[in-house]
């Protein structure tokens, strides 16, 4: 049996490098795909800390992320897709410059 600090271990790994790309990443896309690589280290979190007690509240807890990943990714992606018929780029820069 593994222990679960690999997989906290491999969870803050996942979650480091997507608010990496999150803070470097000029691509609105990119930038989408970091954060649902945030949000699944904060499942594994969850799943390893459910497998440690031996309950379902981690179950839980994992289904609703990726409940919200899926709303985020669909709203991320139709705003997206807009941008880039709009502008013509989906560059981070871009769409800060909407406010004007």
Same mark, same amino acid.
């Given at each position: 049996m593994v222990p679960i600090t690999y997989y906290l271990l491999l969870a803050a790994a996942l979650f480091?490098?997507?608010?990496?790309?999150? $803070?470097? =990443? +000029?691509?609105? $896309?990119?930038?989408?795909?970091?954060?649902? $690589?945030?949000l699944n280290a904060a499942n594994l979190? !969850?799943?390893? !800390?459910? =497998?440690? +007690?031996?309950?379902? #509240?981690?179950?839980v807890s994992a289904f609703?992320?990726?409940a919200v990943a899926a709303a985020e990714a669909a709203i991320g992606l139709a705003i997206v897709i807009a941008v880039f =018929?709009? =502008?013509?780029?989906? $560059?981070?820069?871009? #769409? +800060?410059?909407?406010?004007?």
């Open positions: 480091c490098m997507g608010m990496f790309g999150v $803070l470097v =990443r +000029r691509n609105a $896309l990119v930038v989408f795909m970091c954060v649902e $690589l945030m979190t !969850f799943l390893s !800390f459910a =497998r440690m +007690r031996g309950d379902s #509240i981690g179950h609703f992320v990726i =018929r709009s =502008r013509g780029s989906v $560059l981070v820069e871009d #769409i +800060r410059t909407m406010k004007h």
